[in-house]
């Protein structure tokens, strides 16, 4: 019904997602066809034909529902520097995360009064793991089950002792994550993580049964964030808290923007700046603490956009804190974990042509409230 070819493609290439989740690889298969003799085609669909620069994953067009999860990729794609890459091969990780040296914990934990958090019980505490892979009214996150095996094997190999919760609703996410937050196991423990996989929209995370009206269909993420804070989660005060939560945070897909380098923000300001700020330093006349403190908050993508999971590899954003935090792990802050994270994840671009995510960027982000440097010293032991 549409007038122009280009229209007649584009309208091909959007319906084919709403056929059924094996809609598009069937399609795939008959342009690979020997009678058909279009593997043209099918080599532009996958990414095998040359593009220009950058790095680029390929999008199959079995999209996820509008604000209702990642945008589902298929192929490969590759980070423009460093010697990390992402979607470099298939399937889970070979994760092997690179120990610490006795030398190099004894030089940041030998002062008196140490600016890094302790990090050397066994296990360093719990980590708990939720991840909906199938839904009842949503698509199915293929791929996810890559994220869940990718952290969970990270996490073990950085000292945690795994708490698994998978494929729940709403109510039983909830429940399951206030009982977490409840262990007494956290009174001994030296840190806490929280991950999160699902589909998702602003502050929220949906459960199995997203968006069926019966029931609550999406879990608030500032109230599971505040499970843990320093008045609800006292066996946790002052150690730290990580959360990681992999979904959409919208349905807008980042097209990215070209333009000029900024100059560092530091080289802005005269170099006599801080020597001409004038004040009294006075000493805190309270030792409470604010409610939300030690906690490092982290995101796939900015509110109100989407976030890109690859069907073969997993999403970009456990991907990079997979492969960072296994390399890095070693002698690098959290913080400076996350940063090379969140350069990785920018450097990936989808390609989908005829799709509203094409050429689709991401800019993963963390909300900082530590007050220490944290180094995870995997293989330390005291």
Same mark, same amino acid.
């Given at each position: ?110 002062? /008196? ?11 360093? *505490? ?32 950085? #000292? ?18 206030q009982s977490f937050a409840m262990e007494e196991a956290h009174q001994t423990a030296d840190c806490c993580v929280v991950v ?29 964030? /505040? ?51 004038? #004040? ?34 997993? /999403? ?15 002698? /690098? ?9 969140n350069r990785l994840v920018s450097e990936q671009t989808s ?8 050429? *689709? ?22």
């Amino acid at each position: 019904s549409k007038p122009t070819p280009r229209e007649k493609r584009r309208e091909l290439l959007e319906l084919l997602p709403r056929r059924g989740p094996l809609a598009f690889q069937a399609f795939c298969d008959a342009l690979e066809n020997d009678h058909v003799k279009q593997k043209f085609i099918l080599d532009k669909l996958l990414g095998r034909a040359p593009t220009q620069g950058g790095a680029t994953s390929t999008v199959s067009m079995q999209q996820l529902e509008t604000g209702m999860g990642e945008v589902a990729i298929s192929g490969a794609s590759r980070g423009t520097n460093g010697d990390i890459a992402l979607d470099d091969t298939d399937g889970p990780i070979a994760v092997r995360v690179e120990p610490s040296t006795e030398r190099f914990f004894n030089e940041k934990t030998s002062n /008196s009064q140490p600016l890094c958090y302790t990090m050397v019980k066994q296990p360093r *505490g719990l980590a708990y793991v939720v991840s909906n892979v199938t839904f009842d009214h949503l698509s199915n996150r293929g791929g996810g089950d890559v994220d869940f095996q990718n952290i969970t094997a990270l996490l073990t190999q950085l #000292g945690f002792e795994v708490r698994e919760l998978c494929d729940k609703t709403a109510s039983e996410i909830e429940t399951g994550i206030q009982s977490f937050a409840m262990e007494e196991a956290h009174q001994t423990a030296d840190c806490c993580v929280v991950v999160m996989m699902s589909h998702g929209k602003p502050e929220h995370i949906y459960g199995r049964d997203g968006q069926d009206s019966s029931t609550s269909p999406s879990v608030n993420i500032p109230t599971i964030i /505040s499970m843990f804070d320093n008045v609800n989660c006292p066996a946790l005060r002052g150690k730290p808290k990580l959360f990681f939560f992999q979904a959409c945070r919208g349905d807008t897909a980042d097209r990215g923007t070209a333009g000029p380098d900024v100059p560092d923000a530091g080289s802005l300001l005269p170099s006599n700046f801080f020597e001409n700020v004038t #004040g009294r330093h006075e000493a805190d006349v309270s030792t409470d603490q604010p409610t939300a403190t030690d906690m490092l908050i982290c995101y796939p993508t900015q509110l109100g956009n989407v976030s890109f999971r690859n069907a073969s590899n997993g /999403s970009w954003f456990i991907q990079a804190i997979t492969k960072v935090f296994m390399k890095r792990a070693k002698d /690098s802050t959290i913080l400076s974990m996350m940063t090379e994270v969140n350069r990785l994840v920018s450097e990936q671009t989808s390609s989908i042509p005829g799709s509203a995510f094409d050429r *689709g960027k991401q800019a993963s982000e963390f909300i900082n409230r530590l007050r220490k440097d944290l180094y995870f010293f995997p293989g330390i032991t005291k």
